[in-house]
Nanobody, 126 residues
Framework: QVQLLESGGGLVQAGGSLRLSCAAS????????MGWFRQAPGKEREFVAA????????YYADSMKGRFRISRENAKNTVYLQMNSLKPEDTAVYYC???????????????????WGQGTQVNVSS
């Protein structure tokens, strides 16, 4: 069993920045890919960004490229999502997820993740 705890959400004005963190426990963190997803009210959960087990590969949804950056610090069992140039449409609950593929690359499909955090709310005001 893997436990994921997100933090860092909050209220920010359009154009601002936030950094989300996700602390993991329960299995060797450094051996699995990690990802971030988000879900806005009335919408399906969508892919945001993913990172390989080593941190050497990343993958982003098109609308996040150039604004968001995913990284990981395996020594601290933590993955981060740096969000810059935030827009009101970025408002959502952001979820951290742990991939199921040992030594896997970045994964963008929800079905590739088998553990999820509780989410952290991000609100971007115009």
């Amino acid at each position: 069993q893997v436990q994921l705890l997100e933090s860092g959400g909050g209220l920010v004005q359009a154009g601002g920045s936030l950094r989300l963190s996700c602390a993991a426990s329960g299995r060797p963190f450094s051996s699995y890919p990690m990802g971030w997803f988000r879900q806005a009210p009335g919408k399906e959960r969508e892919f945001v960004a993913a990172i390989s087990w080593s941190g050497g590969e990343t993958y982003y949804a098109d609308s996040m490229k150039g604004r968001f950056r995913i990284s990981r610090e395996n020594a601290k069992n933590t993955v981060y999502l740096q969000m810059n140039s935030l827009k009101p449409e970025d408002t959502a609950v952001y979820y951290c997820a742990a991939g199921r593929t040992l030594l896997g690359g970045p994964l963008y499909q929800r079905g590739e993740y088998d553990f999820w955090g509780q989410g952290t709310q991000v609100n971007v005001s115009s």
